[in-house]
Structures are given as structure tokens and as C-alpha cells.
């Protein structure tokens, strides 16, 4: 099973139940994206991997517009300056997104791994991670400084419209793929590398780990993977397609 989750939620949300909770109760093991929910754990890992080598500044990589907003969401998040200015700029974009998220109360502890990892441990089955630390980290810090900076800006934009967790949470509690698709790729336009390396070439390598579990025998196993990786001409459908795999959608409960 392939399931589109929300990384960061807000509380109250009655989501696992019918189609989706008859697939997971089917399944005898959890599938996800990287098994490091922890907050505290989470931050201790970016700054060891993100300081940036060459000594520079995020504040003199920026234009004087982009500068301002940096300041200001960081002062914002409550993060401080000082250390934010001397990572890489992919790390502060990931670590205001987490904060950014909290605006509504929306939070990783209601989001939907955080769930699905709590309804794993009742059940006493498995779960296990599609990518490690080091290579989920490895693929933001391997992107040109132009797309670092282009995600830092697409993290800023989002943050700025206040607008965007209630059509996120509409779009997902809703289905609506193509919207979601929509969603995604926002700001990735002019920035082809940034957005093959978050999308196309990890919904490509996931797909060959999803065939590969599928040519072992027995088992059934439940895939959470953020749904914008299930959405879009290069979502990890495309690349199961091009495996001779064809998913089914189920409709889900109204």
C-alpha cells in the first residue's frame, strides 16, 4: 500500500480510519520516509551536516529583499541569528518549514508518520525508513548554492502566505491530487535542479526499493511517504509504471 501523508498537522484530525485503516491493519510492516521525528534530534542532525565550508555568511549570499525576510522569519521561529547565518542556506529553509508549520498549531506530533509510527508500535510490527540521515541529508546538501537559496526563498514565500497550510490541509483531507501536484511545485519553476533532486530522483529510487520488497515473497507493507511524492507526471507512480508496476487508487471514505 502507498499512502500520501502530511509530515506536520494540526490536532483534532480523525484521518486514520476506513480504507486507510483497513490497508494499514493489513500490513505487517511501515514504510517511511527517514525514522528521525524527533525535534531535538532532528535540529542536532541538520547542524552537523549544514555549516556551511566556505566560511560564508547566509546574509552576504543573499540580495538585500531576501536578506530582510531571512532576518525576519528567523527572528520570527525564535531561532538564533547567529547560527542560522553560518549554515548553508538548505538548512535553515528545512528548519524554518518545520517552525513555520507551528503558525496554525500545526505540529509533527499530530502529523501523520508521528501517527502511523504510534499505531505501528501497538500493533508490535515493523517499522523501517527508505532513506537514512546521511542520505536524505545528502541529497539538500549535494544542490548548487543558486538552489539552496531557491528553497530557502520557496520556504520564505510559504511562510508568508497565510493561506497555505488551509489549502494544503483541504487538498490532502480532500484527495485532490491535481491540486496537490499544483501545490508542490510552486516556486520550483525556474529551478529545475532543485526540483528533480527533492522529487524525480528520490520517487525514482524509492520505486526501485518498493520493487524490489515486491519480488521477495510474503509480507504485506504500508509506504507513508509525503503526498506530493505521489502526485504529479513524476511521481513515484511514474517510475512503478516504467517497472511494469501499476498502482490502484482506493477511494477513500467520504
Given at each position: 500500500?502507498l499512502?500520501?501523508?502530511?509530515?506536520?498537522?494540526?490536532?483534532?484530525?480523525?484521518?486514520?480510519?476506513?480504507?486507510?485503516?483497513?490497508?494499514?491493519?493489513?500490513?505487517?510492516?511501515?514504510?517511511?520516509?527517514?525514522?528521525?521525528?524527533?525535534?531535538?534530534?532532528?535540529?542536532?542532525?541538520?547542524?552537523?551536516?549544514?555549516?556551511?565550508?566556505?566560511?560564508?555568511?547566509?546574509?552576504?549570499?543573499?540580495?538585500?529583499?531576501?536578506?530582510?525576510?531571512?532576518?525576519?522569519?528567523?527572528?520570527?521561529?525564535?531561532?538564533?541569528l547567529?547560527?542560522?547565518?553560518?549554515?548553508?542556506?538548505?538548512?535553515?529553509?528545512?528548519?524554518?518549514?518545520?517552525?513555520?508549520?507551528?503558525?496554525?498549531?500545526?505540529?509533527?506530533?499530530?502529523?501523520?508518520?508521528?501517527?502511523?509510527?504510534?499505531?505501528?508500535?501497538?500493533?508490535a510490527?515493523?517499522?523501517t525508513?527508505?532513506?537514512?540521515?546521511?542520505?536524505?541529508?545528502?541529497?539538500?546538501?549535494?544542490?548548487?548554492?543558486?538552489?539552496q537559496?531557491?528553497?530557502?526563498?520557496?520556504?520564505?514565500?510559504?511562510?508568508?502566505d497565510?493561506?497555505y497550510?488551509?489549502?494544503?490541509?483541504?487538498?490532502?483531507?480532500?484527495?485532490?491530487?491535481?491540486?496537490?501536484?499544483?501545490?508542490?511545485?510552486?516556486?520550483?519553476?525556474?529551478?529545475?535542479?532543485?526540483?528533480?533532486?527533492?522529487?524525480?530522483?528520490?520517487?525514482?529510487?524509492?520505486?526501485?526499493?518498493?520493487?524490489?520488497?515486491?519480488?521477495?515473497?510474503?509480507?504485506?507493507?504500508?509506504?507513508?511517504?509525503?503526498?506530493?511524492?505521489?502526485?504529479?507526471?513524476?511521481?513515484?507512480?511514474?517510475?512503478?509504471?516504467?517497472?511494469?508496476?501499476?498502482?490502484?487508487?482506493?477511494?477513500?471514505?467520504?
Amino acid at each position: 500500500y502507498l499512502f500520501g501523508t502530511v509530515h506536520a498537522l494540526p490536532p483534532g484530525l480523525n484521518w486514520l480510519r476506513g480504507p486507510i485503516r483497513t490497508a494499514f491493519d493489513a500490513s505487517d510492516e511501515l514504510v517511511v520516509e527517514s525514522l528521525v521525528t524527533d525535534e531535538d534530534d532532528y535540529f542536532d542532525a541538520l547542524l552537523a551536516y549544514g555549516i556551511a565550508s566556505d566560511g560564508r555568511r547566509i546574509t552576504q549570499r543573499l540580495n538585500a529583499e531576501q536578506r530582510a525576510r531571512f532576518t525576519r522569519h528567523v527572528a520570527q521561529s525564535r531561532m538564533p541569528l547567529i547560527m542560522m547565518d553560518v549554515m548553508e542556506p538548505w538548512v535553515p529553509a528545512m528548519m524554518l518549514e518545520r517552525r513555520g508549520a507551528r503558525r496554525d498549531n500545526w505540529q509533527r506530533r499530530y502529523g501523520a508518520e508521528t501517527i502511523l509510527e504510534a499505531a505501528a508500535e501497538r500493533r508490535a510490527i515493523p517499522v523501517t525508513a527508505l532513506e537514512n540521515i546521511d542520505l536524505q541529508f545528502g541529497v539538500f546538501g549535494h544542490l548548487s548554492m543558486p538552489a539552496q537559496i531557491a528553497l530557502l526563498e520557496k520556504t520564505m514565500t510559504g511562510m508568508d502566505d497565510p493561506t497555505y497550510n488551509a489549502r494544503l490541509l483541504r487538498t490532502w483531507t480532500g484527495g485532490d491530487v491535481e491540486t496537490l501536484a499544483q501545490l508542490n511545485t510552486e516556486g520550483f519553476g525556474r529551478h529545475p535542479e532543485l526540483y528533480d533532486s527533492i522529487g524525480p530522483m528520490r520517487n525514482e529510487r524509492w520505486a526501485g526499493w518498493i520493487q524490489l520488497r515486491l519480488d521477495e515473497p510474503g509480507g504485506k507493507f504500508f509506504v507513508a511517504v509525503g503526498a506530493a511524492h505521489l502526485a504529479g507526471p513524476d511521481s513515484v507512480f511514474r517510475f512503478l509504471n516504467e517497472r511494469g508496476i501499476t498502482a490502484r487508487r482506493i477511494p477513500n471514505a467520504p
